[in-house]
């Protein structure tokens, strides 16, 4: 038996590759709009953007930007061998882009009154990632 066997019979955990250019121009206070303009398949951009609206209360505007991170974020898990379904841990930072859109996407969805995309989006960042779904409410 392999130190490293899935014991649990599930898939391994999928890590995002690193990409520090958005991080790195959020951090030193570029807009989230002038990131995702600069890197628009950056996850966290959109999850900022969305967060940004929903503060605002413009609910909508929140949605269609989780929504453009969230399958920004489908897209680059899936391009790291993801088949739909397996562990997305929050405690990989590169992760964190994709967590935050699925969560603003589930957020906005409540808000705009779509129960079941609240509720199936809910439900996949539990099942992604326990620590995401509780560090981010």
């Known amino acids: 038996m392999s130190i490293h066997e899935n014991l649990l019979g599930g898939p391994p955990p999928t890590h995002l590759p690193d ?12 807009a989230p709009a002038e990131v995702a303009g600069a890197h628009p398949t950056s ?30 974020g489908l897209d680059a898990l899936r391009r790291s061998g993801w088949k739909g379904h397996g562990p997305v841990p929050w405690e990989h930072e590169p992760n964190r882009g994709f967590l935050r859109a699925l969560h603003a996407l589930a957020r906005a969805a409540q808000a705009i009154g779509e129960q079941e995309e609240y509720e199936r989006c809910s439900q996949f960042l539990k099942d992604s990632s326990p620590t995401a779904a509780q560090v981010l409410g």
């Open 19 to 30: 990409d520090p250019g958005p991080r790195e121009m959020l951090a030193s206070g570029a």
């Open 43 to 72: 996850s966290l951009a959109w999850a900022q953007l969305a967060d940004g609206a929903f503060e605002r209360g413009a609910a909508v505007e929140s949605y269609a930007y989780a929504r453009t991170g969230y399958h920004r």
